[in-house]
């Protein structure tokens, strides 16, 4: 299939706090086509997971505003209703959580929990044990049948995270969207997770969402890169391009910062200063600019350009920081 | 889950030996004794130290302890001194049992389900006008003493609108069962009401707040983004999850039925347990007391085993194997 599965035009995001609104994501673009996975980067409070949950329809609505145009499909989310949220999540979209033992109900069978991804779209449908048992195989768990009636706590960190796959795929969404899929497990489970994403991925010509902050899983997993700082892209490029010419001077600090880039006996780097609250994001600057020491008053506090600057086709980056920095090659 | 069960009942053999002692020294404690008060003052004190050594009460307290313990293992409980002269202990208690239980039963499923019904609905709307109203009213419950409360849910129903009688069990021996069971409903919900309003309060706060922390867990949002609506994620999520800390506490409240009836009982002259362990209480009738506090402490005891059974059963993650 050709065309766009999820474009996101122009999507901000506020929260209200104390009676305020405060920006936590300004005028965000991203797009992903079918079978494509697109990796979203940044620390944490960067609005990675904010932008997930907006397209899954999960903020409070009470207490937080999304505007601009998110569209699945060429279906606008953006002002559906509860309701009609309720009947797309789930089936068009299916989504990975984190931690896979506090986002299983602890008191409900695996198989029910799995079950119930199904009859809540399908109350007639007839064989729900049978497509919830293919389910559990398609994850790679062999013993389907004793894993299908034991509780969460019963099982390992790896096949709790399969269970949530298990759960995200019971549909057959054109979109999978994976927040840290990979965070909460040991090293050696990540790599086979990562694999099971990659292969369903394939299987079913689904696009995925990866929301990370591990840049060893986005050389692996992703096609296109999206860095965000404070609520902003600062960087977008496909995945060769980011990794082999970053531009922006964040992008550069973040893989200067991922450990498994430095040699042993190297010190790691570590980024200075921290995320801005989001009382303090003026969103007219390039925010990420006050946490370079050297860098004189003028240079930081000068505005930018709302619009990404296209590096070459494909690679766009935020502000002109990039084209005044002399980096060394060798990172 | 059954050799769970038979190591606790194991365990409570020595609870209940300890029990009872502390319950025999405790009665034996209190001053005075049944002869006292109870005849006239002119009375030779010869007389009163014959009456007291015919009753056993002149021996050490643990030659009598053995002795009394010598009975209720046979099922003899003693004979009422004062209460009610010259009856078997157990035949009084046989008679009050029966109003006490049903009250009790009446005041728990109320609880129940008044505190679930309000936390569920002020959870359901947390921050807005029906919250706070049922947080005012479950305050003020708690604030006020429970005897004031009594009275005015007395004055209430009974005098200003009167739907409930004012007395009595409604209990007649020569009926049959099933009239004096329908009967008895009318005379038991007033005080059982009223006991329910009362221990409301402290289960709806615990249970809106539980509500309240589970609904921003984890696997509420799984729930969302399966596309379960909200109002189902409450019922088949987020309420069992809450419930579970209060559902061990459920077989406990079996132990507060003798309790919470000492004051309605008086109070709504109800003449069941609790208000024979005042009448006991204050002619000193000792095979009276110790029977009932011995039966308290049964009570007690089964209600532990009950809310270890109750958490075993919601809870896999308790379960031993």
């Known amino acids: 299939m050709d065309g766009k599965l999820l474009e996101a035009k122009n999507v901000s995001v506020d929260f209200r706090i104390d009676g305020q609104y405060q920006t936590a994501i300004h005028k965000l673009n991203i797009s992903i086509k079918h079978g494509e996975v697109v990796a979203l980067v940044g620390e944490s409070g960067s609005g990675k997971s904010t932008f997930a949950m907006s397209v899954m329809g999960l903020h409070n609505s009470d207490q937080t505003r999304v505007t601009g145009s998110i569209k699945l499909n060429d279906n606008e989310l953006i002002g559906l209703s509860e309701r009609q949220f309720d009947a797309y999540r789930g089936v068009s979209v299916g989504m990975i959580f984190q931690d896979p033992l506090s986002s299983l109900n602890p008191l409900m069978k695996i198989g029910d929990q799995i079950a119930e991804a199904i009859t809540v779209h399908d109350k007639q449908s007839k064989k729900v044990k049978q497509r919830v048992q293919k389910l559990i195989s398609d994850v790679g768990i062999v013993d389907v049948q004793r894993v299908s009636q034991q509780y969460p706590h019963e099982l390992s960190g790896g096949m709790r995270q399969r269970v949530m796959i298990a759960i995200a795929l019971a549909n057959e969404p054109d979109l999978i969207i994976a927040d840290e899929p990979t965070t909460a497990l040991d090293a050696t489970i990540q790599a086979q997770i990562l694999d099971l994403i990659k292969e369903i991925q394939q299987k079913k010509n689904a696009g995925i969402l990866l929301i990370t902050h591990d840049l060893g899983v986005v050389a692996e997993m992703a096609d296109t890169v999206t860095v965000m700082y404070a609520g902003q892209i600062v960087e977008q490029a496909r995945v060769s391009d980011l990794f082999n010419h970053p531009k922006h001077p964040y992008t550069r600090s973040l893989l200067r910062a991922d450990p498994s880039e430095v040699n042993s006996g190297d010190e790691l780097y570590a980024i200075p200063g921290t995320v801005p609250a989001l009382k303090d994001m003026d969103h007219s600057k390039d925010l990420f600019l006050k946490r370079v020491p050297w860098l004189d008053k003028a240079e930081v506090e000068a505005t930018v350009d709302e619009k990404l600057q296209k590096v070459s086709d494909g690679h766009y980056v935020r502000g002109n920081a990039w084209q005044n920095f002399e980096f060394l090659e060798d990172l | ?321």
Do not use: C
């Open chain 2, 1 to 321: 889950m059954w050799r769970t069960i038979l190591r606790r009942v194991l365990i409570m053999i020595p609870q209940l030996i300890l029990v009872s002692i502390l319950i025999f020294m405790l009665a034996q404690l209190m001053p005075g004794d049944p002869f006292y008060g109870s005849l006239n003052p002119n009375s030779d004190p010869a007389t009163i130290a014959r009456m007291r050594h015919a009753a056993g009460l002149d021996l050490p307290w643990y030659q009598q302890y053995v002795k009394w313990v010598g009975n209720v293992i046979h099922g003899d409980l003693g004979t009422s001194y004062v209460v009610n002269k010259g009856w078997t202990v157990t035949r009084i208690i046989g008679q009050r049992i029966w109003p006490t239980l049903s009250m009790g039963i009446i005041a728990a499923v109320l609880t129940y389900v008044l505190s679930i019904s309000q936390a569920l609905l002020a959870a359901r709307n947390e921050n807005k006008i029906i919250d706070r109203i049922l947080i005012v009213w479950n305050t003020m419950t708690s604030a006020v003493p429970s005897f004031v409360f009594y009275f005015v849910m007395m004055v209430l129903f009974v005098y200003i609108i009167p739907i409930f009688p004012s007395s009595g069990t409604g209990i007649d021996d020569t009926q049959s069962f099933t009239t004096n069971f329908f009967s008895n409903l009318r005379y038991a919900f007033l005080p059982a009401l009223t006991i329910a309003v009362f221990s409301t309060n402290s289960i709806f706060q615990y249970l809106r707040s539980n509500l309240l922390d589970q609904q921003a867990q984890d696997y509420v949002r799984t729930a969302r983004a399966k596309g379960v609506q909200i109002k189902d994620v409450f019922r088949k999520h987020i309420l069992r999850n809450a419930f579970l800390p209060i559902a061990s506490g459920i077989g406990y409240s079996i132990t507060g039925i003798l309790g919470g009836a000492i004051f309605a009982e008086t109070v709504f002259g109800y003449p069941g347990l609790g208000a024979l362990f005042v009448q006991a209480l204050s002619g000193r009738d000792y095979t009276v007391i110790t029977a009932l506090m011995l039966l308290q402490g049964v009570l007690a005891l089964l209600g532990g085993l009950l809310s270890d059974i109750i958490s075993a059963w919601v809870d896999p993650r308790v379960r031993v194997k």
